[in-house]
């Protein structure tokens, strides 16, 4: 009885993961975007993540391709902020940047 209950803990586990590898092989490069956004809002201050919301600097022009591409496929965007959207609140949170 406990082997099959652990062999469906892990089972579930390894479902609940699925998702997010799924958006990984679909996606690769979006994979590699998310990680540099999530990193960037780790290794951010509170006063730095302020201060770049405060100012309204003109986006890269490769941010600004990105940010297109995900406004134009609801399929990759989903997957990428199902893969950034925790981390980041998670972040303002912390930081009071979120109400």
Same mark, same amino acid.
């Given at each position: 009885?406990?082997?099959?209950i652990?062999?469906?803990?892990v089972g579930a586990s390894?479902?609940?993961?699925?998702?997010?590898?799924?958006d990984?092989?679909?996606?690769p490069?979006l !994979?590699?975007v998310a990680q540099k $956004?999530?990193q960037?809002y780790?290794s951010?201050?509170?006063? +730095?993540?302020?201060q770049? *919301?405060a100012e309204?600097k003109?986006?890269? !022009?490769?941010?600004?391709?990105? $940010?297109?591409?995900?406004?134009t496929?609801?399929?990759m965007? +989903?997957a990428f902020l199902? *893969?950034?959207?925790?981390?980041?609140?998670?972040k303002?949170?912390e930081?009071?940047?979120?109400?």
């Amino acid at each position: 009885m406990a082997r099959s209950i652990r062999i469906a803990l892990v089972g579930a586990s390894l479902l609940g993961l699925a998702p997010g590898i799924a958006d990984a092989q679909q996606f690769p490069i979006l !994979e590699k975007v998310a990680q540099k $956004v999530i990193q960037k809002y780790q290794s951010s201050s509170c006063e +730095q993540l302020a201060q770049d *919301r405060a100012e309204k600097k003109p986006k890269p !022009e490769a941010e600004q391709k990105v $940010v297109e591409l995900l406004r134009t496929d609801a399929q990759m965007r +989903q997957a990428f902020l199902s *893969r950034v959207a925790a981390p980041i609140a998670d972040k303002l949170l912390e930081c009071g940047l979120i109400p």
